[in-house]
């Protein structure tokens, strides 16, 4: 399992980090944030991410991608982490491509992938029906009737759901609302007659939605996967997402880091620079190490992606735990370390730290993984 970057990865990493420090600054999210835009993204950046090929990166080259696999997707994620820029990258490529790749059948990876891989076609993942994470617990339903299937139900913080050209629907075909069988997965046109969404805006300034399905028809052919088998392509999907999840905060804990040692540098108090101050250097330390720590986690783990590794859940959870708990740190100690000044709107730690919070949240936090973890070691 590879640790680093092989050449033509750093090649990726390099033109995203260039791109999006130049293209998708701090500064691009709070003109978004302040102009009240809908989608809460740039579509000329999104346009310009596209035409350099980012959408197809984790797509297998026989599906009109790139093939450079996820270790290539975490590299783009870490740098979009770093200037919070934000487009459809995520909930089509690390969710929705995956889920494609996964459970598709063979024509529909022909010609799903090779949308996305173009940037013709964005995805959305509507699963959750709750405040918190629960991976099996689906109650929204799905009425066999002909050969279509009607959905009834609900689905809440549905990332770019409201902008997204189809939805990827979990849906209960049987059993009861917390068992693992029964679980269907369809893919729904946005539009369709019946889907009705309502916007809100999050802490961290991007678009989420609240979809209701009212008699919503579902073609059996738009079945992803198995008829009550969805369950195994969604917990492998959402393992490919809390690691690519983990790059991107990653990639923010790293900027946050970066800043608050720069400006301990820069601070003077007392007649001295307060970098000099030695709790304050074990403190840059403890964060300094937690970062490495979770580089390693997230890397190894994105590794565990493109080997199919058997370890891939405990991977996961591991990367997203470490990502959870390193960026809360260096947040918080951000916070602090600036004084007063580092919640006040014009710095830009604020920033960091609420996409933080939606972050840890999304597709379980800490307690969450760290149960799971155990779980899977039979503990």
Partial sequence: MPLALNEEQRMLRDTAREFLQNNAPVSLMRELRDSGDSKGYSDAVWQQMIELGFPAVAIPESYGGLGFGYLGAGAILEEAGKTLAHSPFYSTVALGAAAITLGGTEEQKQSLLAAIAAGELTLAMAHEESNHHQPNT???????????????????????????????????????????????????????????????????????????????????????????????????????????????MLGGAQTMFDKTVEYLKDREQFGQKIGSFQALQHRAAKMFAELELTRSAVVGALAAIDDDSDNLPIMASLAKTRANDTYRLITDEAVQMHGGIGLTDEMDIGFYLKRCRVSIHSLGDSGFHTDRYATLHGI
Avoid: P, W
Wanted: hydrophobic fraction near 40%.
């Fill in 138 to 248: 689906v109650s929204l339903s799905a009425s066999a009737s002909g050969d279509n299937y009607v959905l009834n139900g609900k689905k809440l913080f549905v990332a770019e759901g409201a902008i997204a050209h189809k939805l990827l629907v979990s849906a209960r075909t049987q059993g009861n609302n917390n068992d693992q069988d029964g679980i269907t997965l369809f893919l729904v046109d946005r539009n369709s007659e019946g889907v009705s969404c309502q916007t809100s805006t999050m802490i961290d300034s991007r678009n989420y939605a609240d979809i209701e399905f009212n008699n919503v028809k579902a073609s059996a052919a738009n079945i992803i996967g198995t008829v009550n088998q969805a369950f195994t392509i969604l917990d492998k999907t959402f393992d490919y997402g809390r690691i690519c999840l983990a790059a991107e």
